[in-house]
């Protein structure tokens, strides 16, 4: 694809970024709003678990941010685009890498599957941007720009899970047992 054609390209998808970019940012609002509510639990240091499920839920709608507004750029550069998209999915696999031993969770109960449940909406969605990024990089193809709409998707709906998984778990433990 020619500059011009990518930018073309980019520039359909303009509506689509610009209700993520704002999606994002109100799901960012309420996710503060929850976690402020059950601060003192969330930020008990017997709590790592929940802070850190509450970090991955913000990282993921900070990506989402952050790849919508690098998309949002006008007449954006297919190789710019490639690098911003190569260095936002590593950033995001990194941030999970670290982030593991953590989201397993403090109790027994919470098996592997829970942990992978928690991850895996991150690590698809890096996987993606990945490969758009590359091919946005390597050859200006912006056909494949699909590929970074469904790890927008992947990702709120990551942050949603892991969110609510949160708050339900922290609602349970502040409930009076009878």
């Known amino acids: 694809m020619t500059p011009e054609e990518f930018a ?4 359909g ?5 610009l209700a993520a970019a704002g999606a994002s940012a109100a799901l960012l609002g309420l996710l503060f ?3 402020s509510i059950n601060l003192s639990t969330i930020a008990a240091d017997e709590r ?8 991955q839920a913000f990282a993921n709608l900070i990506y989402v941010l952050s790849v919508s507004l690098v998309l949002l750029v006008p007449d954006a550069e297919a190789h710019g685009v490639g690098a911003a998209l190569i260095l936002l999915a590593a950033l995001g696999v990194f941030r999970v890498a670290r982030a593991l031993p ?3 969770g403090r109790h027994a ?12 909406w991150t690590v698809a969605a890096d ?19 699909v590929l970074v709409m469904a790890a927008i998707f992947i990702l709120i709906v990551g942050a949603a899970d892991v969110s609510w998984e949160m708050l339900v778990s922290v609602s349970q433990e502040s409930r009076p047992r009878d």
Do not use: C, K, N, P
Not at 8 to 11: D, H, K, Q, W
Not at 48 to 55: G, I, N, S
């Open 8 to 11: 073309a390209a980019i520039l």
């Open 13 to 17: 998808w303009h509506d689509f970024f």
């Open 33 to 35: 709003v929850g976690v």
């Open 48 to 55: 790592q678990d929940l802070r850190t499920r509450a970090e």
């Open 102 to 104: 953590v989201l397993g």
């Open 109 to 120: 109960r919470d098996s592997l599957r829970s942990l992978v449940r928690r991850i895996i």
């Open 127 to 145: 996987l993606l941007l990945l490969w758009a990024g590359l091919a946005f990089y390597s050859a200006a193809d912006a056909r494949l720009t």
